[in-house]
């Protein structure tokens, strides 16, 4: 087997001890890292079995519109997941439409503002209205509470996100959607592999889309899929995603080009087939992120339910200023020096970037957990392309910047520029 996620590759580091604040790269030492250290960073799968695989699908000259790889792929996600329809799609986004338009939805439809941009860019492009609600205080999902507030006349549906792979308290929304004749869809585009209940993450809702983004613990290149266990939706869906035609010469509605191509599909299944190990080097980095930042005041790491199943493919810290002294831009600001490109995910929530923050210059108002978490958060660096020797490192810079908080933060003075 050449599969990468059962070999960390260990990158070059630069030879400085980082046991001073004069060492840091902001101000003036090495960077630790040579080459840049990517949240994100792809997990790739046995490489003979892909190239066979893609050896296969150039002989067969079939390769797109349905072919036997994207069946394949979505046979195996259907069965994972344990629903009964999966239909792969060219990405997340365009699934997401999909999902939308197949469900009927219109008018307004409520979301976290505390998301990818995608989630809201699905509706807004089909000129449906993303009405953004509020996650809970110590939970980065949608507050059923607050969504019933925000039902009204023209609501026609809910979007809930998985956000970083914790799910959305399912049964209360679920129970709101019912009771007010709404349609109910997930995000799940970090959840694949998560559980609920003890009850994998794609059965929920009405449907539920995943990713396989590159970025992704499994991915397809671009990818993603609708998965649900509505006959009727699964049908119209697939329709949709090839144009809406059923027949040669017929369309039945309006369609898109939302098709998974098979060296995309060759890609996920063998990815797929590296999954567990995948999920395996995502635990070991975040347990050992978790042990070594365990004691850092006002770091804290977020961590997942022990009791379900989770991908753990986030690594997100939370920072509280009142406590390292330092603050969460200055923190990316010193690791960005350093190579690693820790990232704010989901700074700074969808309803401060365009368009929205136009068309809701207030929303910020009915959104303070949102915007309390979109100044706290940074995510790390994990994956197959990372091991211990990395970890160890960003760790060390984050505890010599927390705990000399005061004097780091007095050097930058609030000056800071972050260089990608
Ligand atoms: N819903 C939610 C909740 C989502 O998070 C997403 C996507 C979607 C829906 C839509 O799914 P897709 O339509 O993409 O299937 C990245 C991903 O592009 C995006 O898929 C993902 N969420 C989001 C959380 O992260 P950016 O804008 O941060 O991407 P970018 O180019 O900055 O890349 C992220 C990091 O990964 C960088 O540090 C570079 C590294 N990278 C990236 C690629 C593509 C690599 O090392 N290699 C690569 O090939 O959005």
Redesign the pocket.
């Known amino acids: 087997m050449n599969d990468v996620a059962t070999k960390a590759k260990t990158k070059p580091v630069t030879s400085v001890e980082k046991d001073s604040v004069e060492n840091l790269a902001i101000f003036g030492g090495l960077p630790a890292f040579v080459e840049k250290l ?5 997990n790739i799968g046995d490489r003979d079995r892909l190239m066979k695989r893609i050896g296969n699908v150039l002989d067969s000259r079939w390769l797109t519109n349905g072919g036997p790889c994207a069946q394949e792929f979505e046979h195996r996600i259907a069965d994972l997941v344990g629903v009964k329809h999966c239909i792969a799609i060219c ?4 699934a ?1 439409e999909i999902a939308i338009r197949a469900l009927g939805l219109s008018g307004e439809v409520i979301v976290p503002s505390f ?2 941009i ?2 809201a860019h699905a509706l807004q492009w089909q000129e449906i209205t993303p009405v953004f609600c509020d996650v809970k205080r110590n939970d980065p999902t949608l507050d059923p509470e607050r969504v019933e507030q925000m039902i009204t006349p023209r609501t026609t549906g809910i979007i809930g ?1 998985h ?1 970083w792979g914790h799910a959305c308290d399912v049964e209360a929304l679920g129970e709101i959607a019912s009771r007010h004749n709404l349609r109910l869809i997930f ?1 799940s ?2 959840a694949f592999g998560c559980s609920h209940g003890g009850r994998m993450i794609g059965g929920f809702g009405d449907a539920e889309v995943f ?6 613990f499994v991915n397809s290149l ?3 899929a609708v998965v649900t266990n509505d006959d009727e939706l699964a049908k119209r869906t697939r329709l949709m995603q090839n144009f809406g035609f059923t027949h040669y010469d017929q369309t039945d509605y309006i369609g898109t080009n939302g098709k998974m191509n098979e060296v995309s599909a060759a890609v996920g299944l063998t990815n797929l087939e590296s999954m567990e190990s995948i999920i395996s080097a995502n635990y070991r980095n975040y347990e050992e992120y978790s042990q070594e930042l365990s004691e850092l005041p006002g770091v804290e790491l977020v961590s997942y339910e022990p009791t379900e199943r989770n991908n753990y493919q986030y690594v997100v810290l939370k920072i509280d200023e009142t406590k390292t002294r330092v603050s969460r831009d200055h923190l990316m600001a010193i690791l960005h020096a350093e190579n690693i ?1 820790a ?1 704010r ?1 989901f700074y700074p929530g969808c309803h401060r970037m365009e368009p929205y923050r136009s068309y809701f210059p207030h929303a910020g108002l009915l959104l303070p957990e949102t915007e309390r978490l979109a100044e706290r958060v940074l995510s790390l660096p994990t994956g197959t392309a990372i091991g211990s020797a990395e970890i160890q490192t960003i760790c060390r810079i984050i505890q010599l910047a927390v705990t000399n908080g005061i004097e780091v933060s007095k050097r930058l003075n609030g000056d800071v520029s972050i260089s990608e």
């Open positions: 990517h949240v994100g960073r792809p990405n997340a986004t365009v997401l998301t990818f995608a989630t996100v956000l995000d585009a970090h990713s396989f983004h590159a970025t992704k671009e990818g993603g490109l990232r995910y």
